[in-house]
């Protein structure tokens, strides 16, 4: 199991700019892959980003491709999401999780470690 810890979320208007941090520890952080996910109120979980092993690969849903960037230091075990151009529909939890691959996909069970979270919220 890695233990996770995001950070970076708040209040922010329309158009404007986040950047989520996830800190890792517990495992060898550059052996396996990184994702986030989202979830709003009275929605299902869904993925957001996904970053391999040494970032040579990433990931994006398509309701994200071109304004959110997935990134990760394997220094200092970190993982980032950069969101522009946010959205009021980007309004949500986000969640950093862990896979227990060098590669991973974007559904749920292909992570097997999940941070606690923090709230995005996006205002018109």
């Known amino acids: 199991q890695v233990q996770l810890v995001e950070s970076g979320g708040g209040l922010v208007q329309a158009g404007g700019s986040l950047r989520l941090s996830c800190v890792a520890s517990?495992?060898?952080?550059?052996?396996?892959?990184m994702g986030w996910f989202r979830q709003a109120p009275g929605k299902e979980r869904e993925f957001v980003a996904a970053i391999s092993w040494n970032g040579g690969r990433t990931y994006y849903a398509d309701s994200v491709k071109g304004r959110f960037t997935i990134s990760r230091d394997n220094a200092k075990n970190t993982v980032y999401l950069q969101m522009n151009v946010l959205k009021p529909e980007d309004t949500a939890v986000y969640y950093c999780a862990a896979a227990n691959t060098r590669y991973s996909g974007t559904y749920g069970y292909d992570y097997d470690s999940w941070g606690q979270g923090t709230q995005v919220t996006v205002s018109v």
């Open positions: 517990g495992r060898t952080f550059s052996s396996y892959a």
